[in-house]
């Protein structure tokens, strides 16, 4: 923090005056001209929570996407598919043992797995040629989309969360004052909150996993320098495998998450796929860091775009990728 | 470079015994098939061929993979019935067809050429990546916005001319229009490679640090490139909605760009002619798989032999072909041969960017 401060004062400011200006947004009554200008407050705030939530989402399914390329420089087209299947194989369980949570592990446990076979039996098999890789991946999701279109065909699911999650809570943020003087204040499903709250408790645990263990350390080593990570005595391929677990189980772990806040159907996959591209071109790739940022970014855009600019929306999405692109191409956080 | 092609390079020679016979056969061949095959088969696979060629140019000589060259014809597909007519009622200006299909298709390669300045500066794995990205923000775009591109329903009505009294559409000279557009872009593609352009397109791919030293403009070569593949990609756009006579977000969603890039593996990224033996392929088993199976596991079928062409045989069916061709001549004769296989199979490398 300090460090930050003192070596971009500019930035400091013009990120605090940012901060300040939004708290103000979020909690000041807006003035009529305000209103005039760009709308209720409500619609702003709501926009707001959305893309926060959005933005969670997106890191959750980004952030695998993000740690199997660093260390294995794989970039898994199939990524979206992994969501889907999670999506599906959590609905599966959570509707046999009428378990949400069960769900959640399910998909979270038989995602990985699939993960690690892939790793086993296919990526090994190719180490260092990632073009072949990426190819690969990519008939993996063309297969996988339709086995599972068959299985599960066209329709589309829902979820039921476990009741307490359901319904809306009162926020602390007042929207409008009404005439007798009684304050009107905004709700919100609580359910997208706890979307934004795991997704952040998943990013404070991959942090942790990574630099307060060894594994992780490992991982980190690894990211550095494979060729040293082996020649130290660290068995590589269980180590890829393990993060190809845990990536591939992040994305399936999103999906039911995922697929509880909106809705599971074929095409979902590609959305995913989509999402976590541009979350890691603009975060940086193979930076957990970076996805959490692109994730925010993106999640941003993506509502603030539905919400203000209906039928443009993608361009948003889109140009920020651009720009990023064109200022920084390895990303924001990239190296 | 010669030995880059190997085999196929050889056969197709020019005056070469094969590719005159191979022309011939091409000309004949509305002659000894049905309206079917002709259309639905012939033209069809011509016009995928042309596409997956703009691919092939840019993955094969320039070792970019790109995944948005649909996306270049289809939006050249949209330009004509924006510009065009169309039988929707939205847009249609009514431009005559020669204006329309050159702006449309000068529009499209620009576009093209913006999508190689955004991913130039990145190299290897990120193109494929970028370009998926644009590809599919390219999808749900023109999927939601109705003012330019009329959403999900898209454009119908788009008809090819009358010229000199013949009704393009019609199977027969439908043909000899792709026919023609192939062989021109086929024959243009291979005079590139040779010339000086082409030559140093190609060791850009081999390594772009070294021609960066010796003082080449190694973004700007590949900004032409993507120009110059989005010429090729925006013409056989043009031809393809006038195939199918409409155009809508399906036309350019990832299941078809994906297909795009598994008919340029699955035909080999070695010479030109290997996409169109991957689009025969492709739309042969689109058209027959379901005698075998069920129709609708067509995907299936299609990405496990992608997979298999992907695991086996990294040059595609023109790779394997080379290799059969070259056990068979190395069974009858020994010496020379060898080497040439060896050669050949080294190359089998450089597609992928260092």
Redesign the interface.
Known sequence: MQRFLNKHPTWAVFILLAAALLAWLVFSVWPEWLIDLIGRKKTFVHTLINGLTLGGLYFLVASGFTLIFGLM?N?N?AHGTMYLLGAYIGYEVAEFSNNWFLGLIAAFIAVGLSGMLMQLFVFR?MEG????Q???T???S??A???M??IWTGTTYQFTPPEWLFGSVTLPIVSVIKSSGEAVYLKYPLYRLAVLVLSMIVGIALWLFLNRTRAGMMIRAGVNDREMLSASGVNVQLVFMLVFAVGAGLAGLAGVVGGTALSIAPGED?RY??AS??V??VGG?GSITGAAIGALIIGLAEQFGLAYF??????I??LI??MV??IR??GIMGK | MKTQHGISEQLLAKGSPSLWLLLAFLLIYPAISNDFFTFQIGAYSLILGTISLSLMMLAGYGGM?SLAQLTVAGLAGYLMAIFGENSVGVMGFGWPWWVTSVWAIFLAALFSAFIGA??V??E???T???T???A??FY??VR????LFNGWTGYAGIEPPTILGIYWRNPVPFYFLSLAVAALFCGAVVYCSRSTFGLALQAIRDNPRRMRSLGYNVALHRVIAYFLSGIIAATAGVLLVWFNGRISPGSVS??VV?DI??IA?LGGLRHPIGPFIGAIAFVLLENFAIDLIDR?????V???V??LV??YS?DGLLGLWGKIRMRMMNSGKTGPNETRGEIGSKSADS???S
Not at chain 2, 144 to 147: A, E, R
Not at chain 2, 296 to 300: A, D, G, K, Q
Request: hydrophobic share 65%.
């Open positions: 420089r970039v087209l098999r040629d990632d073009l072949r990426t190819l690969v990519i008939a993996i063309i297969i989309a339709d086995l279109l068959a590609i796929l989509l591209l541009v890691v071109i790739l209906p039928t443009y929306g993608v361009v999405t889109f990728m651009v692109l064109a191409p390895q | 993979v955004i991913s500066r990145t290897g794995i990120y494929i990546m970028i998926l990205a644009i599919v923000a749900f775009f939601q916005n109705y003012v990832v299941g994906i890039l598994v593996v609708e596991r067509f995907n299936t299609i990405g496990l992608f997979l992907v695991l990294p597609i992928e960017t």
